[in-house]
């Protein structure tokens, strides 16, 4: 059996991470996509236990206390972090475990998980970057301004991690995140 592996992948929100991670995860079923807890309210058409595990900020709170994330972080107004138990679970029977987060949880997984290869997905630019979160329809203008101003910040911290893409065919994109991903591994 291989070794079982965490992998983060990060970056703006916006930058097509959930896309990507999407395609790849339809071309490689045996990976496992971890699926977090967020205070957040669904969007339609996410449904509870597939995209998010949607919880009051009373619940997280006693979450956070008990120490059930592996990493969590404030993002826009709300809270979202990963449930420590079924990642430790995968990665003891030998999986590849798929983290998607955001870039600040995604630090603190570097003293938490240091074997932890981390992934940080670049856009081709700024305004490339705001087209795609408009397109979205999915964010008020104020969440749109909040995502803008926190993805400069971001982007700026792309070299702390151990690999960065541009996230700009998809296409091309995927072969890089497989590179990356199976290069130790296979
Ligand atoms: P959204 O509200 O668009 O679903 O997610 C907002 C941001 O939160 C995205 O950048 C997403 O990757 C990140 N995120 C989702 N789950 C987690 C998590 O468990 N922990 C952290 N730190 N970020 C997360």
Same mark, same amino acid.
């Given at each position: /059996?291989?070794?079982? @592996?965490?992998? =983060?992948?990060?970056?703006?929100?916006? #930058?097509? @991470?959930?896309?990507?991670?999407?395609? &790849?995860?339809?071309?490689?079923?045996?990976?496992? %996509?971890?699926?977090?807890?967020?205070? !957040?309210?669904?969007?339609?058409?996410?449904?509870?236990?597939?995209?998010?595990?949607?919880?009051?900020?009373? @619940? %997280?709170? !006693? /979450? =956070?206390?008990?120490?059930?994330?592996?990493?969590?972080?404030?993002?826009?107004?709300?809270?979202?972090?990963?449930?420590?138990?079924? =990642?430790?679970?995968?990665?003891?029977?030998?999986?590849?475990?798929?983290?998607?987060?955001? =870039?600040?949880?995604?630090? @603190?997984?570097?003293?938490?998980?240091?074997?932890?290869?981390?992934? %940080?997905?670049?856009?081709?630019?700024?305004?490339? &970057?705001?087209?795609?979160?408009?397109?979205?329809?999915?964010?008020?203008?104020?969440?749109?301004?909040?995502? &803008?101003?926190?993805?400069?910040?971001?982007?700026?911290?792309?070299?702390? %991690?151990?690999?960065? /893409? #541009?996230?700009?065919?998809?296409?091309?994109?995927? &072969?890089?995140?497989?590179?990356?991903?199976?290069?130790?591994?296979?």
């Amino acid at each position: /059996m291989q070794a079982g @592996k965490l992998i =983060v992948v990060t970056g703006p929100s916006g #930058v097509g @991470k959930g896309t990507l991670l999407r395609s &790849l995860l339809a071309r490689h079923p045996e990976l496992y %996509f971890s699926i977090s807890a967020t205070t !957040r309210q669904p969007r339609p058409g996410e449904i509870d236990g597939q995209h998010y595990y949607f919880v009051s900020r009373e @619940k %997280f709170e !006693r /979450m =956070v206390a008990a120490s059930e994330f592996l990493e969590w972080a404030e993002f826009a107004g709300n809270c979202y972090g990963t449930p420590r138990l079924q =990642v430790d679970q995968q990665i003891a029977q030998g999986r590849l475990v798929i983290l998607e987060i955001e =870039v600040v949880g995604a630090r @603190k997984i570097k003293q938490t998980f240091p074997a932890a290869l981390r992934i %940080f997905i670049l856009p081709p630019s700024l305004a490339e &970057l705001e087209r795609r979160i408009r397109d979205r329809g999915q964010d008020s203008e104020e969440a749109i301004a909040r995502r &803008l101003t926190r993805a400069q910040a971001e982007i700026e911290a792309a070299d702390e %991690f151990d690999v960065q /893409m #541009v996230n700009d065919d998809l296409e091309s994109a995927l &072969l890089h995140l497989e590179a990356a991903i199976f290069a130790q591994t296979h």
